[in-house]
């Protein structure tokens, strides 16, 4: 099991540009979620889909930030226009119905200059 | 709403010295409750789990014991190792509704361990 996969590793852009974020949950998993990590603020939930529906967005900072799951194995976080406020962090986790543990990727170090 | 709180730290200690890192929530109902752990540069793992009250995770030397009581998951480790250094995060997730998918996070812990 290869876990959560996500890309890039790290993402340097300047403001203004658009971003997409990629994840790959782990095969079977039905629920994922969008957390972004912040120094000042932690770990944010921003978004989380159970079997690629969105259930809960209101952790999406403004609409600047969307995400979609247009299959089981893939899901993007796309920021338009990108600020340097945005740099963060950028988890993704997936989880399987049967248990309460989630398999988090090893993130998307984004830096906006 | 659900939330966690945590020792912020950062908690220095020598290696072999005992270690508390305490964390208290508040909830509805009734959570599972969680500690992860996150290695410099890397993502989060989940370090031990409780479902129930009383129920005590644990794994790698370290326990937690829920307690509903105290509203409580207090973090131990009877002897850090250097290799344990890392920021450790309290969490939940809810027991009731439409909360039952939301992972609750502490700011986190960091734990450092010097030789």
């Known amino acids: 099991d290869a876990g959560v996969i996500q890309s890039p590793r790290h993402e340097v852009t300047e403001m203004g540009q658009e971003v997409t974020l990629r994840c790959k949950p782990i095969?079977?998993?039905?629920?994922l979620f969008w957390y972004r990590q912040t120094m000042m603020r932690g770990l944010e939930l921003l978004i989380y889909?159970?079997?690629?529906?969105?259930?809960?967005d209101s952790g999406m900072p403004e609409d600047r930030f969307s995400a979609k799951m247009p299959n089981a194995s893939f899901s993007t976080l796309k920021i338009q226009p990108s600020e340097p406020r945005d740099s963060a962090v950028y988890f993704c986790?997936?989880?399987?119905?049967?248990?309460?543990?989630?398999?988090f990727g090893s993130g998307t170090r984004l830096t906006v200059v | 709403g659900n939330s966690v709180t945590q020792m912020e730290g950062p908690v220095t200690l020598s290696e072999e010295a005992f270690l508390t890192i305490n964390c208290t929530y508040t909830?509805?109902?009734?959570?599972?409750l969680f500690w992860y752990v996150q290695y410099p540069g890397e993502g989060l793992q989940l370090l031990l789990k409780?479902?129930?009250?009383?129920d005590k995770g644990s794994n790698k030397g370290f326990e937690a014991t829920y307690r509903k009581e105290t509203t409580s998951f207090h973090l131990e480790k009877g002897s850090v190792q250097v290799s344990d250094s890392a920021v450790y995060f309290c969490?939940?997730?809810?027991?009731?509704?439409?909360?039952?998918?939301?992972?609750?996070f502490g700011k986190g812990t960091l734990l450092t361990v010097n030789p």
């Open positions: 986790a997936s989880r399987d119905g049967t248990d309460y543990g989630y398999t």
């Open positions: 095969s079977g998993h039905n629920s």
């Open positions: 889909f159970n079997n690629n529906v969105p259930i809960d």
């Open positions: 909830a509805t109902g009734y959570p599972s």
């Open positions: 409780a479902t129930k009250a009383d």
């Open positions: 969490a939940l997730t809810g027991n009731s509704g439409g909360s039952n998918y939301k992972l609750t």
